[in-house]
C-alpha cells in the first residue's frame, strides 16, 4: 500500500529548496553544482544506493544520476528531470520573488516549479513511497542543461550507456491540458531556425533623392517575409511533412483564451486547432534587425536581417526541413535583392509509439492516480532531448508526462507556477507506475 501522505511533505520542501537556487544554465556565472549537489543528497538520503554528480563531458553542465539496481527478472524505469531554469526575465512582471517559493490559490510559484524543479520532487517522492525499495531497477537522470538545448546530452548518455539502459523512460516535462486529466504527449514538433540577409543597395542613400525607384531592404524583407504563408495563413514553404493528428479537441474559444488572442484578430491556417498546432508546419518571424524607430532617419537602408523559426510536423526530417525554408527564402526575394540563409538550429520531431506493455501499464497507473483515463495529446513545441533518448535506447518505451504542470503554469513566463494537487496526482501516478511496473513477471509478461 503506497502512502503518499507520508512522503509529500518531504517531496513538497525539496521543492521549495531547489526553487531557491537560481540555477539558469543560459547564465555563465550560474553555480549549478548547488543545484546537482541539493539532487544528489535528496536521491542519497530517499535510499538510493548509487549517486554520483556527472561532470565529466567537456562543456557540459553538472548532471545527477542515482541508481537502485533492478530485482531479478524486473524491468528498470528511468525517470528524467532537469535541474536547470530559464533566466527570471524582467522583475517587475513577477507578482512575488521569482527564486523564493510563494503558494497562492493552491498554486507554487517560483522560476522552476514547473519547469521542470517538480519532476526532480515527483521522482524524489516515487522512489520515497516505496520506502527506497522500488519493486523495479529505478534509475534517475537529472540534467542541467535542457534549458539551452541539451547540447552534450547525447554524448552523456553514449558515456554513460550501461548505468542508464532502461525498459521504460519517463520524462517529466511535459504538461496536462486540463487539471485533473492526465496526459501522455505521444507527438512532439521538431524545430529549424535561421537567419535571413537582404540586401538591395550598397550604402544608405537619401529616400527624397532615390526613394520611388531604389528599393529599401526593410520594404524588400517584409515583403519577402510576407510568402512564407498565404492568404488563409497556412504555411506556404513547398515540399514540408504533415503528421497525425492525436483524438483531442481543442475548442477554438479555449486556444484563443489561453494565447491571448485579440478579440478581432483571426487565427492562422485551416483545419483544426489540433492539425495547426501539434500536426502540421508553423513559421514564424522571430526578429528583425533594421534601424530603431527612435534613431531612424529619411535613409533607404541597404540591409536588413531577419530570424525565422520553423516548427517541423511529426514524421518529417528537420534537417531537410530546414533546407526547404532556405531555399523558399532564397528564391523569392523581391526586385533581385541579394538574399543569404543560415540555418542556425535544427531539432527532429519525434512520435511516440505506444503498443507496448508498458503503455498498459502506464495507463493504468495514471488512472488510478488520477481518476480519470489517460488521454494521448501532441505537442506544437519541440523537445530535443526525447530524441537524443529515443535514438540511445531505440527499444525503451517512452513516457512524456507532467509533473503537475498544465496549461497555466506559465513555463519561462513570469509567474511561473505549478498546481499543487496537480502536483500530488503525478507523484502518486509515478508511485503507482513503478508498482505496475513491479507486476511484470520473470517471463517478460505482465503478471
Known sequence: MIDLDRVLPTARAALDALVRIPSVSADPTADLRRTAALTATLFRDAGMPEVEILDDI?????????????????????????????????????????????????????????????????????????????????????????????????????????????????????????????????????????????????????????????????????????????????????????????????????????????????????????????????????AVDATPVADASNTLAPVAKAKVGMRIAPGDDAVRAGAALAEHLTTHAPWGARVSVTVTEVAQPHCVDTSGWQFAAAGRAYRNAYGRDVIHIGSGGSIPFVGEFAAAFPSAAILITSAGADNDSRAHGADESVHLAEFERACLAEALLLAELGRKSENGSPE
Open 58 to 286: 567537456p562543456g557540459g553542465r553538472p548532471a545527477v544520476l542515482a541508481r537502485h539496481p533492478a530485482p531479478p527478472g524486473r524491468p528498470t524505469v528511468l525517470l528524467y528531470a532537469h535541474h536547470d531554469v530559464q533566466p527570471a526575465g524582467e522583475l517587475a512582471e513577477w507578482t512575488s520573488r521569482p527564486f523564493e517559493p510563494s503558494e497562492r490559490d493552491g498554486r507554487l510559484f517560483g522560476r522552476g516549479t514547473a519547469d521542470d524543479k517538480s519532476g526532480i520532487a515527483a521522482h524524489l517522492a516515487a522512489v520515497l513511497a516505496h520506502c527506497g525499495r522500488p519493486p523495479v531497477g529505478v534509475t534517475v537522470l537529472v540534467e542541467g542543461e535542457e534549458e539551452i538545448s541539451s547540447p552534450t546530452l547525447g554524448a552523456l548518455l553514449a558515456r554513460h550507456r550501461d548505468r542508464l539502459a532502461a525498459d521504460v523512460i519517463v520524462l517529466a516535462d511535459a504538461e496536462n491540458l486540463e487539471l485533473g486529466t492526465p496526459a501522455f504527449t505521444t507527438t512532439l514538433r521538431g524545430t529549424a531556425a535561421c537567419v535571413v540577409e537582404l540586401r538591395t543597395l550598397e550604402t544608405g542613400v537619401h529616400s527624397g533623392s532615390f526613394g520611388g525607384a531604389a528599393p529599401d531592404a526593410l520594404t524588400a524583407l517584409c515583403r519577402l517575409l510576407a510568402t512564407l504563408h498565404d492568404e488563409h495563413g497556412d504555411v506556404a514553404v513547398a515540399g514540408l511533412g504533415t503528421g497525425a493528428v492525436p483524438a483531442f479537441d481543442y475548442p477554438v474559444p479555449r486556444f484563443r483564451a489561453e494565447a491571448g488572442v485579440l478579440d478581432a484578430v483571426t487565427l492562422h491556417g485551416t483545419g483544426s486547432v489540433t492539425e495547426r498546432v501539434w500536426a502540421r508546419p508553423a513559421v514564424s518571424v522571430l
